[in-house]
């Protein structure tokens, strides 16, 4: 049982180009969420899912697109890359409403030059 | 406008003693507060929570109060151990048993015990 896996660990891109993060949870969770964390602001939520097929906005969407195709996968894009996506990624997992805590993915490290 | 609130960025405690972390938030419908805790390249994991209704929780050496008067809660850490060196983090939520589990995390505190 691996929890919460993501992919890369580790990116470098140029201003402009493209790439998308994968996050594959393997404990059939129904809700999958996308934070970036940034120094001096904590965790802020970009995107997030209450199951597969949907997506909604959370407090940071602009310039991301996230899509839920399979349960156990949520992909975050980056159509043109800016320098102030420059952050740490971490996906999040839980398995219902209520009380149920969120499991986080080990976080992709991301910078845009 | 942050809603969630941690003044100290970092603490430092000697082994065996009390940790306390703070935490003040600005959203009365807040309901729900949950702490975790981060080691370095890790992801973030759960530590201790509390609803509303309630204004302590005890989980082994962890106990976190809440204090809705106030706006604030803490987490306290007895006795603390160098294990327990981490970036703490806040969150709160006001639909945690509605349509969205959203979470609003504070800036974090980085805890140092020393051996």
């Known amino acids: 049982n691996a929890g919460v896996t993501q992919t890369p660990k580790f990116r470098v891109l140029k201003t402009g180009q493209s790439m998308t993060l994968l996050c594959a949870q393997d404990?059939?969770?129904?809700?999958m969420y996308w934070y970036r964390q940034d120094p001096g602001m904590g965790l802020r939520l970009i995107h997030y899912?209450?199951?597969?097929?949907?997506?909604a906005k959370g407090e940071v969407p602009d310039g991301y697109n996230v899509s839920r195709l399979k349960k156990q996968n949520f992909l975050l894009g980056l159509e043109s890359a800016a320098p102030s996506q420059t952050s740490v990624y971490f996906c999040?997992?839980?398995?219902?409403?209520?009380?149920?805590?969120?499991?986080f993915g080990p976080g992709t490290r991301l910078t845009v030059l | 406008d942050q809603q969630v609130k941690q003044n100290s960025p970092s603490l430092s405690v000697q082994e065996g003693r009390i940790s306390i972390l703070n935490c003040d938030y600005t959203?009365?419908?807040?309901?729900?507060f949950l702490w975790y805790k981060k080691y370095p390249a890790e992801g973030p994991t759960f530590l201790i929570s509390?609803?509303?209704?309630?204004d302590k929780n005890e989980d082994g050496r962890f106990t976190v109060f809440l204090n809705k008067s106030a706006k604030h809660l803490s987490l306290h850490i007895v006795p603390s151990q160098p294990g327990d060196s981490a970036v703490y983090f806040c969150a709160a939520s006001a639909d945690y048993g509605g349509a969205t589990n959203k979470l609003i995390f504070g800036t974090g505190t980085l805890l140092a015990v020393q051996p």
């Open positions: 404990m059939n969770h129904e809700y």
């Open positions: 509390i609803s509303s209704i309630k």
């Open positions: 959203n009365s419908m807040f309901d729900y």
């Open positions: 999040a997992s839980n398995r219902e409403l209520g009380t149920d805590t969120q499991y």
């Open positions: 899912s209450v199951g597969e097929g949907t997506t």
